[in-house]
């Protein structure tokens, strides 16, 4: 059944027939029932969506059926205008020579819809060869050639982003492990140059990549042991002590990646961040028009204040959060997940970290009302090896990584999105506010 808040949006959209069908789980799984009867369905959980206004919907679901107990994954596009050139592909991929099943696509003529059950995807080609045992491990032969034993290898799905990324841990009879990665076509080509552009330094370490294949988009990792940053800030057995040393090792381990000077990573401009501040408030006024006009001032501020600060040559992360950095018992950080590496400000990592940390308290996480003291943490251990960015740097690109986060509600299918979408807004504008006072010279420019 549709939300209040999402029927509104269905109310709005109206060159996208399927909309209403891929928001409620049950109406999408009563359409496949009808189209496939024997598909065996038992309930279909949201987990993940990405819309374009007027163009496209795709939404995530995990499949619950009673003759399979593991996991099954599958997404829904409801396509907007240019349904008549998408739906025709459809078929030409459901119909064509691959590892695929014939039932892994099913497409919904009337409502300009299409369901792909994994791992049939639309834009990750690669990831029809884990259909069937045999061009799995034939895929896996070739991308991991001096390590055969995981060509037996099972698969453990770690995190999938429809027609974006796939992630899962190979696990081998013998008890080693992998990561592969999975990507569309540009993605893949910005993964595989940042790491092979980065390299394990000082107290920056990252995780070795052991195999590349170009011809299905897909790299492999060795497997890194440890415990993500979040899950000690958030365990409730994790002692502040532990909290405080794992923040400085992370704050070290950014350091060491920003010391590096890898050739040719992207420049991210003003340009595009403007482009991409616009694109952030169109979807939000197209998500929640009652808050059109609060986006549409933030960014246009966020665009202003972004000719004031400078864009300094060193290498980034691009997405660097507490998800982002393991920590072993030896007291080593490893930093992973180099896609989104470009070179720009180092304040604005920082940014992109505390904003995490705001999104999960602004959700009532454990690290509400502590972000200060874990940010204090982190440039600590930054601060032993390289000279700190500007406290009111970090502070706008805090804001403006709350403003990119602002549709995630939406995004990740939470209750009350629209009152979650507001409240980041809020804080957004409430840091923006602090770094404008922050840089007449309240803080210390290198605090």
Request: charged share 25%.
């Given at each position: 059944m549709?939300s209040?808040?999402?029927?509104?949006l269905v109310?709005?959209?109206?060159s996208?027939p399927?909309l209403?069908?891929v928001?409620?789980?049950?109406?999408?799984?009563?359409?496949?029932?009808?189209k496939?009867?024997?598909?065996?369905?038992?309930?279909?959980?949201p987990?993940y969506?990405h819309?374009?206004?007027?163009t496209?919907?795709l939404?995530g679901?995990r499949?619950?059926?009673?003759?399979?107990?593991?996991?099954?994954?599958?997404y829904a596009?409801?396509?907007?205008?240019d349904?008549?050139?998408?739906l025709?592909?459809a078929?030409?991929?459901?119909?064509g020579?691959s590892?695929?099943a014939?039932?892994?696509?099913v497409?919904?003529?009337?409502i300009?819809t299409?369901v792909?059950?994994?791992?049939?995807d639309?834009?990750l080609?690669?990831?029809?060869?884990?259909?069937?045992p045999?061009?799995?491990?034939n895929?896996?032969?070739?991308l991991l050639?001096k390590?055969?034993?995981y060509?037996?290898?099972t698969?453990?799905t770690?995190?999938?982003?429809?027609?974006?990324?796939y992630?899962?841990r190979l696990?081998t009879p013998?008890g080693?492990?992998?990561?592969?990665k999975?990507?569309?076509?540009?993605g893949?080509?910005?993964a595989l140059?940042a790491v092979?552009?980065?390299?394990?330094?000082?107290?920056?370490h990252?995780a070795?990549c052991?195999?590349?294949?170009d011809?299905?988009?897909?790299?492999?990792?060795?497997?890194?042991?440890?415990?993500?940053l979040?899950?000690?800030?958030s365990?409730?057995?994790?002692?502040d002590n532990?909290r405080?040393?794992?923040?400085?090792?992370?704050?070290?381990?950014?350091a060491?990646?920003?010391a590096?000077?890898?050739g040719?990573l992207?420049?991210r401009?003003?340009?595009?961040v403007?482009?991409?501040?616009?694109?952030?408030a169109g979807t939000?006024?197209?998500?929640?028009?009652?808050?059109?006009a609060v986006?549409a001032?933030l960014a246009?501020?966020?665009?202003?204040?972004?000719?004031?600060?400078p864009?300094?040559?060193?290498?980034?992360?691009?997405?660097?959060?507490a998800?982002?950095i393991?920590?072993d018992?030896?007291?080593?950080?490893?930093?992973?997940?180099?896609?989104?590496?470009?070179l720009?400000?180092?304040?604005a990592?920082?940014g992109?970290?505390?904003a995490?940390?705001?999104r999960l308290?602004?959700r009532?996480?454990?690290?509400?009302?502590q972000?200060?003291?874990y940010?204090?943490?982190?440039?600590?251990?930054?601060?032993r090896?390289?000279n700190?960015?500007?406290?009111a740097?970090?502070?706008?690109?805090t804001a403006?990584g709350?403003?990119y986060?602002?549709?995630?509600p939406?995004r990740?299918?939470?209750?009350?999105?629209?009152?979650l979408?507001?409240?980041?807004?809020?804080?957004a504008r409430e840091i923006l506010n602090?770094a404008?006072?922050q840089?007449?010279?309240?803080?210390a420019?290198?605090?």
């Open positions: 549709l209040r808040a999402d029927s509104k109310g709005r959209e109206h996208m399927g209403a069908t928001l409620d789980a049950e109406a999408l799984a009563a359409a496949w029932r009808a496939d009867p024997a598909i065996g369905i038992e309930r279909l959980s987990y969506a819309y374009k206004p007027g496209r919907c939404v679901f499949i619950s059926k009673a003759d399979c107990p593991g996991e099954l994954l599958c596009a409801a396509y907007g205008p349904a008549a050139s998408k025709p592909k078929r030409e991929m459901a119909q020579k590892s695929l014939h039932n892994s696509m497409i919904l003529e009337d300009d299409v792909y059950t994994f791992p049939a639309r834009r080609k690669g990831l029809e060869r884990l259909a069937s045999q061009p799995r491990g895929m896996l032969r070739r050639y390590q055969p034993d060509a037996e290898a698969l453990q770690l995190r999938y982003k429809p027609e974006r990324r992630v899962a696990d013998e080693r492990r992998a990561v592969v999975f990507y569309d076509a540009p893949y080509r910005t140059h092979q552009a980065f390299a394990s330094a000082g107290a920056s990252l070795p052991t195999g590349h294949l011809t299905h988009r897909v790299l492999a990792f060795d497997w890194q042991p440890g415990s993500t979040q899950t000690l800030l365990g409730p057995d994790t002692a532990q405080t040393q794992a923040l400085e090792l992370a704050g070290a381990a950014l060491g990646l920003h590096q000077r890898p040719n992207p420049r401009t003003r340009d595009t403007r482009a991409r501040l616009r694109a952030q939000i006024g197209q998500l929640c028009p009652e808050l059109n986006a001032s246009q501020d966020l665009a202003v204040r972004l000719d004031h600060t864009f300094l040559p060193a290498a980034l992360h691009g997405d660097f959060n998800e982002q393991l920590i018992n030896d007291g080593r950080a490893t930093i992973l997940d180099l896609d989104w590496a470009h720009g400000d180092p304040a990592d920082f992109l970290f505390l995490h940390l705001e308290a602004l009532g996480a454990p690290c509400s009302g972000i200060d003291r940010r204090d943490a982190l440039t600590r251990g930054y601060g090896q390289r700190l960015p500007g406290a740097a970090v502070a706008f690109h403006i709350l403003f986060r602002a549709a995630e939406f990740y299918r939470e209750t009350g999105w629209p009152e979408i507001g409240a980041l807004l809020a804080r602090d404008a006072v840089s007449k010279g309240r803080w420019s290198n605090a």
